[in-house]
């Protein structure tokens, strides 16, 4: 099956530092994905769509400059969290669709620990 | 808008007993998929089933089967004879049925199976 590889899978953090989240489709070419973020005991709520060779399209209340996607291949979406505050910390997950067919095949998520 | 209510917070039960988890979905498409999934602690979401509005059918898998009702736009899933690795936060969710529509996630279920 379709395999979608997250890494790193925990990060633990100074404040003002920035971090990036790799998102890896390993056996198919994944022309859009998505970033999620989920905080403890909540559901999952989609920051932004990745396409492939195109800006990112972010979700109303997220900011751009604060979590920098970038998608440059059909096989690997970045997500980089700008200086980083304890706020940020939560759970990241990505996501992404082979040849936009659903469903959606999900990363195991990077733990984003900001001190 | 698209809506996914999972009314359940937490459900606790003793291993073997047969449990159901509720889906409730608001969407104005006539064409629209649903999808369960389910989030151990490990934090990672495993794909579990995805059914296209047009498919009324039910589905069984193994010890899993889901009841889909368009007339009460539901969408409930139902674990029979838990065991303790079932586990899990299990989150129902509702896309466009076109490839590349983001998912509309409900604030799921916590499910406890104790010995």
């Known amino acids: 099956g379709a395999v979608v590889s997250q890494h790193p899978s925990r990060v633990i953090c100074k404040s003002g ?3 990036k989240i790799e998102c890896r489709s390993l056996d198919f070419q994944a022309t859009t994905m998505f970033w999620y973020r989920q905080f403890p005991k909540q559901s999952l709520m989609l920051m932004a769509t990745s396409n492939e060779g195109s800006k990112a399209t972010y979700e109303q209340g997220v900011e751009k400059d604060k979590f920098l996607i970038n998608h440059a291949s059909l096989t690997l979406s970045t997500l980089t969290v700008t200086s980083a505050h304890p706020e940020d910390s939560s759970f990241y997950i990505c996501s992404a669709l082979d040849r936009d067919n659903q469903p959606q095949h999900f990363g195991d998520g990077t733990r984003l620990s900001i001190l | 808008a698209q809506k996914v209510t999972q009314a359940q917070t937490e459900i606790s039960v003793v291993e073997k ?4 988890l509720d889906c409730v979905y608001e969407t104005r498409d006539t064409t629209y998929y649903l ?3 389910k989030q151990p602690p490990s934090g990672e979401l495993v794909f579990l089933i995805r059914r296209n ?3 009324e059918q039910n589905e069984i898998s ?4 889901w009841n889909f ?3 009460t736009s539901s969408f409930n899933f139902t674990i029979t004879a838990s065991q303790v690795v079932d586990s899990a936060v299990y989150f129902c969710a509702l896309s466009e049925a076109l490839g590349y529509s983001t998912l509309t996630f409900g604030k799921g279920t916590m499910l406890l199976v104790s010995p």
């Open chain 1, 17 to 19: 530092t920035s971090v």
């Open chain 2, 17 to 20: 007993e047969d449990v159901t």
């Open chain 2, 35 to 37: 999808f369960w999934y």
């Open chain 2, 53 to 55: 509005s047009f498919d």
């Open chain 2, 62 to 65: 193994g010890r899993y089967s």
């Open chain 2, 69 to 71: 009702q368009k007339s």
